[in-house]
């Protein structure tokens, strides 16, 4: 069965073991008119590995725009474009997004091809809860813009997936401590490749493994089990709570917003009760 003509394939890739790529995402690949890519030289080592011969077209977050009018226009003239990112599922945390709704605005089928993903994969290895859970693509690069998505999310009863840099993994890891305490934690570093690990435990605790080894190195999924509002212990005050914290070495202004946050608590008010 032939593609369909004028019709945009979303076609995943593999993330790192070769092998990972499926039998319809071959077949689109070398049916296809031509492949917008995210890197043509990454795509052309995938494409080259399984002997294909096709037309490629770069397609990235800062041609996206232009490239989208073009891609567009080819479509309309009775085109198959197949769009794929350096690795995954396009779209997620990659570009895309103007095509696909170029393209169903014009009335052009727009057709997944899934595939491999790596926050899925991670999150089904990670061990944690996976009934609910809140993809939240990259962390910001600023520990203030960290710690104010943490914040913002701290309360979310559904595991927290992110993606971070090698080079800043150790800071979110004292991020997530100083908001989230000690929140279980998963590092799925290199997932599908060589050298794929999963660290385990606090973000304290991954912290000091990471911390230990001359260099972090490789893509890295971050993982974040669910909020327990179950684990508060009423019994114990507001007050006392930022002083148990502070006593632990938390800044007083992580610990106030800590507290505030797990018992639903203004933090003004509670700094006020604290500091009067």
């Known amino acids: 069965m032939g593609l369909d003509s004028r019709a945009l394939y979303i076609v995943a890739t593999p993330i790192g073991n070769l092998e990972d790529i499926t039998l319809r995402a071959l077949r689109v690949l070398r049916e296809c008119d031509a492949i917008a890519c995210e890197d043509t030289r990454q795509t052309r080592k995938l494409l080259d590995h399984f002997g294909i011969s096709k037309p490629t077209l770069s397609y990235h977050e800062h041609n996206e725009a232009a490239r989208s009018a073009d891609l567009l226009e080819r479509l309309e003239g009775g085109a198959s474009i197949a769009l794929v990112t350096d690795a995954g599922t396009p779209l997620i945390s990659d570009p895309g997004y103007r095509v696909v709704a170029a393209a169903i605005a014009a009335g052009i089928p727009v057709i997944p091809i899934p595939g491999p993903s790596a926050s899925l994969a991670a999150?089904?290895?990670?061990?944690l809860a996976t009934d609910c859970f809140r993809f939240c693509g990259f962390l910001p690069p600023k520990s203030s813009q960290r710690r104010k998505m943490l914040e913002e999310h701290a309360r979310e009863s559904c595991t927290l997936i992110f993606y971070e840099a090698p080079h800043r993994i150790l800071d979110a890891l004292d991020d997530i401590t100083a908001v989230l305490g000690s929140r279980p934690v998963v590092v799925a570093r290199e997932v599908?490749?060589?050298?794929?690990e999963f660290l385990r435990g606090t973000a304290e605790d991954?912290?000091?493994q990471l911390g230990s080894r001359p260099s972090v190195k490789g893509e890295i999924t971050l993982l974040i089990g669910k909020a327990d509002g179950s684990s508060i212990d009423t019994t114990v005050?507001?007050?006392?709570?930022v002083r148990a914290l502070e006593a632990e070495g938390v800044p007083r202004m992580d610990a106030i917003k800590r507290v505030a946050r797990e018992r639903g608590l203004g933090?003004?008010?509670?700094?006020?009760?604290?500091t009067s």
């Open 123 to 127: 999150l089904a290895a990670a061990g």
């Open 237 to 241: 005050s507001a007050e006392e709570a």
């Open 206 to 208: 991954v912290r000091g």
């Open 267 to 274: 933090k003004r008010d509670l700094y006020k009760q604290i």
């Open 192 to 196: 599908t490749k060589l050298h794929e």
